[in-house]
């Protein structure tokens, strides 16, 4: 079975990308390659994981007038050509969301060939709300989502396929905890806030985060973990070298998030859909800051749904501030059995075999 999967844009597009290739090839013995822009993270991360890459040229649609605006379907129609040399013998192909998946969908729909999609978010993405009717099938990663797309589309809830590592978090608690604890420098004996916006960090987050350590000082039971983001990191870790009185270690970006998750007795994040998925995975209550530019506010609608589920509390990024962060963290390690429900309820919320039941989708499309 050869299956050609068009993801890119963001590493939060990539891994569950990767992590179903890694299941079609270990259950299935698939023959995979990937398509994505060349200046993309895929690009370098799909090589990195030993998968073939073929860089497919797209734009993004922007919702405005603007000469992008234009541009966009001309890059489109030209990549269609690149494209459809790369799905022509394809048993089937997928697309993971976002503008990249365009060009190698258009080309699929063209050749024939059966095109699954896969929608990360409670708010489908405009690429995939157009390609949603000629699709063999639309997987969702959150039930919701289904609402919003035509009752002719065929949807599966598969969930958000996660990272090997990240899925080893509940099943290796114990040994990564500890392995985690000694990284971080961390007491053993103390709760830990693990606090990040993204692979490229949160500044609005981090500043009310440095402004709920303050106010956290008297908590001697607390230690935090912030990944500030690279941009912001060395001026984050110089406010808070001037508050002494709590544990925190900061750093610019983590590869081993899997240590972070491990560490954590509560989250404080932006809601993407990857971050989303690897937090319920790993069974850890969380205080969800969506993001207020996404796309369709599908951040919003993400946050939400785990809030519905009693998996996470919610605060909105105006409403954000040190004192609500604080107060909030204090509420939430102060009531010890209110934190274990809502660790049950992101645990019972989780998906851990999405990348099996996505691939079940895909190898169906392909018969």
Known sequence: MKVVIAAGGTAGHVFPALALAR?????????VVFAGTPAGQESRLVPAAGFRFEAVESAPFVRKVSA??????????????????????ADVVVGMGGYVCVPVAVAALRARRPLVLHEQNAVPGLANRLLSRPARTVALSFGEAARLLSRRVRTVLTGN???????????????????????????????????FGGSQGALHVNRAVVDAVALMADRADLQVLLLTGPVHHDAVAASLREISDVDVRTLPFLERMELAYAAADLVVSR????????LTVCGLPSILVPYPYATGRHQEANAKALQRAGAATVVMDEALSGAMVSRRVCELLDAPERLGAMRERAAAWSHPDADRRLADVVAEAAR
């Open 68 to 89: 992008r605006n234009l541009r966009a379907p001309v890059v489109v129609l030209r990549s269609v050509g690149r494209a459809s040399a790369l799905v022509a013998d």
């Open 23 to 31: 299941r079609l090839v270990e259950d299935r013995g698939a023959d």
């Open 161 to 195: 396929p996660v990272r090997a590592p990240i899925l080893s978090v509940r099943s290796d608690h114990d040994a990564l905890r500890e392995q985690a604890l000694a990284t971080f420098g961390f007491d053993p004996g103390r709760r830990t806030l693990l606090v």
């Open 271 to 278: 809601a993407g859909a990857t971050t989303v998925a690897e």
